[in-house]
């Protein structure tokens, strides 16, 4: 059953669950102080803005980029709306970048085929060694593989 709108979010949303029980289960209910709102947060806060448009201006936006500018953009606020607001939109963020991460890695299960300039469209010879030899080898489901993660 699904229980958000947005897809995939199910399955994350249970994941994060479970690190919370791990948390809950190792240190118990916690509460600290905020430690927000500092002037120097404020100014990381600008500057991971300014960034964040900049590598966008450039097209080299990065989830990096993305996110950090959202955790300074919590770090900055004292008004605990506003921080809370920013913290939900942290988690949209790296929510967001999961989903990201578990697309590319469908998306990456490539062929086992050996040459690094076929035309398959299983693989991305460009940027990653393809260990088929497409023109002798019929394509084959079972030759998919996943690569090492870096």
């Known amino acids: 059953m699904n229980n958000f709108a947005t897809p995939g ?3 994350h949303m249970a994941e994060v669950d479970a690190e919370r029980q791990r948390q809950l289960a190792r ?8 430690g927000t709102g500092s002037a120097t947060d404020k100014e990381r806060a600008d500057e991971a803005r ?3 448009d900049h590598t966008t201006r450039t097209g080299q936006l990065t989830w990096n980029d993305i996110l950090t500018e959202e955790v300074c953009e919590a770090l900055a606020e004292s008004d605990l709306g ?22 590319r890695a469908q998306s990456m299960e ?12 299983l693989c991305d010879c ?10 002798s080898e ?3 489901p ?3 593989y996943r690569p090492e993660q870096p």
């Open 9 to 11: 979010l199910d399955r």
């Open 27 to 34: 240190f118990g209910d916690q509460h600290h102080p905020d």
């Open 50 to 52: 300014r960034h964040c």
């Open 82 to 103: 506003l921080l809370r607001a920013e913290l939900v939109q942290v988690a949209a963020v790296a929510l967001a970048w999961i989903s990201d991460l578990d697309s």
């Open 110 to 121: 490539r062929c086992t085929c050996g040459g690094t300039a076929c035309e398959s469209d």
């Open 126 to 135: 460009d940027t990653i060694a393809c260990p088929v030899d497409h023109a």
């Open 138 to 140: 019929p394509q084959r």
């Open 142 to 144: 079972e030759a998919l």
